[in-house]
């Protein structure tokens, strides 16, 4: 057996070990953020999906802070992603008249939304001074694979990067921003 194979071998056993020991615990921290079971599932797997081609290229020290950091970029990505709903689905007739009416929970107090949105500011503020601290060329990575939703992939299609370049850059990008916004995570999750 080769070496090579040898360590191929070790990190399949430890993948397998990690999906078995976190699966639960993530799916139920997903899940407290997002509408529905399988919303929560589709994040989870793609959270596994991206430890599984990460480790591939890199150890992973710390899988369990890693999967949960991860797990939460990834229910950002998908309240950013999600489509809005044009206003006119929530019209219903009226008895009185064919005249549809917008029900009246679209028109709520929204008073207590401001920290939310202020937290929400303060982070993307934040995250985009840290990014424009870093090379060009490490930003655009992140940009690209985090905000843009692009896959590597498609992103050496683009930049004519090879893999190896294009995963440096991403690791540089996020031990920057994780060195930048710790102290604005543990005040979010209260940590």
């Known amino acids: 057996m080769t070496i090579s194979t040898q360590i191929s071998s070790l990190r399949q056993q430890q993948l397998t070990e990690a999906v078995r020991q976190y699966s639960r615990k993530l799916f139920a921290f997903v899940r407290k953020k997002v509408a529905t079971d399988q919303d929560a599932e589709d994040l989870v797997q793609d959270t596994f999906q991206q430890l599984i081609i990460t480790s591939l290229n890199e150890p992973i020290e710390q899988v369990s802070a890693w999967l949960y950091r991860v797990a939460g970029n990834k229910v950002i990505d998908w309240y950013r992603k999600k489509k809005p709903v044009p206003l006119e ?65 498609q992103m050496q299609e683009k930049t004519k990067a090879n893999l190896n370049t294009l995963l440096s850059r991403k690791r540089y990008a996020v031990l920057h921003l994780r060195k930048k916004l710790t102290h604005f995570y543990h005040e979010f999750f209260n940590d």
């Not at 009246?104 to 503020?125: C, H, M, S, V």
């Not at 990014?131 to 590597?152: I, N």
């Open 89 to 153: 689905n929530f019209a219903v007739k009226s008895d009185e008249s064919d005249e549809a009416i917008l029900p009246e929970f679209l028109f709520a107090d929204t008073a207590r939304i401001p920290d939310e949105l202020l937290n929400r500011k303060i982070f993307w503020d934040m995250l985009n001074d840290a990014l424009d601290e870093l090379p060009a060329e490490q930003s655009e990575v992140f940009r690209m694979h985090e905000l843009d939703g692009l896959s590597f992939e």
